[in-house]
């Protein structure tokens, strides 16, 4: 393995360009995650479509468009059955998938990319499928739109806390500009997020009140993991970006690499919530 790359400055010059995407994108999903329904098997169709593209291109890059079409079939599949109201079968068939996947890129003799494939589906597919369930279910808008407050709150929070603070590095062999003060602040952040969301939209349901800010603390953690995780995968597969995608964010990997791991942790306090525990 290489040695770590060393910390680069943040380039502010193409701060102004982040926040037009940002700007743009961010007002499109809110949108979609309000209105449900088709709205929102399009926006999470299209965003399989786009990262299964990304993925093939970082782990097959001799056949990465065959390799996307596996994965994206395979998760396509399980979200459309999850879509219809069979959340157990669009787990099943992600880890079907997976498993079809592998022998899938071991028949076409890829000898070293069939774990590369399955985890593909799974890396995919599992959060996918795990957001069609939240927002598929009848009280999901208030989940759907509190998962993305912290995501997007603990993504925010961690880049200005760290970079007004700075400090000891998170974890300098993988992600050498992250500070331990931004984690601490990115969290504290999807916390405050979480409590807003609660207090601006109290008919949307969503957690009760006591357990809002353990919601926050702990999706808030599993958002700065999927980021941590996305890291050592780049380092990997020996990529700065998963992709050129959005203009000043790279790829959409890079964008939503929190929200991946954020979603199957909501959608574990959803069911858990579902089964009358409170907390």
Do not use: Q
């Not at 279910?137 to 912290?150: S, V």
């Not at 007004?164 to 003060?181: E, M, Q």
Request: net charge positive; hydrophobic share 55%.
């Amino acid at each position: 393995m290489t040695s770590s790359p060393p910390a680069k400055r943040f380039d502010w010059r193409n701060l102004g360009l982040r926040a037009i995407s940002a700007a743009i994108l961010a007002p499109v999903a809110v949108a979609c995650i309000w209105f449900g329904g088709w709205a929102f098997l399009v926006l999470i169709a299209v965003a399989i479509a786009l990262l299964t593209i990304e993925w093939g291109e970082m782990a097959d890059p001799e056949t990465p468009v065959r390799a996307a079409a596996i994965i994206a079939i395979a998760v396509l599949v399980a979200v459309f059955a999850t879509y219809l109201g069979h959340p157990w079968i669009g787990w099943t068939l992600v880890g079907v998938g997976a498993v079809t996947g592998a022998f899938i890129a071991l028949a076409r003799g890829k000898i070293d990319r069939p774990a590369d494939i399955a985890f593909g589906v799974l890396y995919v597919g599992a959060p996918s499928v795990a957001l069609m369930w939240l927002r598929g279910d009848a009280d999901g808008r208030g989940w759907t739109l509190m998962l993305i407050a912290i995501v997007w709150g603990a993504d925010i929070g961690a880049f200005l806390v760290g970079s007004a603070l700075k400090g000891p590095k998170l974890w300098p062999r993988f992600s050498p500009n992250k500070t331990w003060s931004g984690f601490v602040g990115g969290l504290l952040v999807g916390i405050v997020a979480a409590e807003a969301i609660a207090l601006l939209l109290p008919h949307e349901a969503g957690p009760g009140p006591r357990a809002t800010a353990a919601v926050g603390l702990a999706a808030g953690l599993a958002a700065m993991g999927g980021d941590l995780w996305e890291s050592m995968l780049k380092r990997r597969f020996g990529v700065k970006d998963s992709g050129s995608l959005i203009p000043g964010h790279g790829g959409l990997l890079d964008r939503v690499d929190g929200l991946m791991f954020g979603a199957l942790v909501m959608a574990l306090a959803r069911w858990i919530w579902s089964l009358g525990v409170g907390f």
